[in-house]
């Protein structure tokens, strides 16, 4: 099994940046993609930025130019610098890991259970 576990949430003012990490543990060899999902209230959670094993990146409309996916395979690591947050980027933002490539008709075989994002207007 795939332990992942988020960090780096919180609250911010509009126009801030946050870093969220997610540190996965365990049977980490079955890690291929890596994603961030993020659930804003009353709304589905939405996939929103994956990167594979070899670095390469998709990002929703809502976050480009602005959110940043990274990973450091070394420490099995993933991270989302986002930059210029707005108050609808506030969320629960997931972390999710599965031996394939992740695209939105597909579910991870791990998750991790968020953190939370708040930002004021």
């Known amino acids: 099994q795939v332990q992942l576990v988020e960090s780096g949430g919180g609250l911010v003012q509009a126009g801030g940046s946050l870093r969220l990490s997610c540190a996965a543990s365990g049977d980490i060899f079955r890690i291929n993609a890596m994603a961030w999902y993020r659930q804003g209230p009353g709304k589905q959670r939405e996939l929103f930025a994956p990167i594979t094993s070899d670095g390469s990146t998709n990002y929703a409309d809502s976050g480009k130019g602005r959110f940043t996916i990274s990973r450091d395979n070394d420490k099995m690591t993933v991270y989302l610098q986002m930059n210029r947050l707005k108050p609808e980027d506030a969320a629960v933002y997931h972390c999710?890991?599965?031996?394939?490539?992740?695209?939105?008709?597909?579910?991870?075989?791990?998750w991790g259970q968020g953190t939370q994002v708040t930002v004021s207007s």
């Open positions: 999710g890991a599965d031996s394939c490539p992740l695209g939105p008709g597909r579910l991870p075989a791990s």
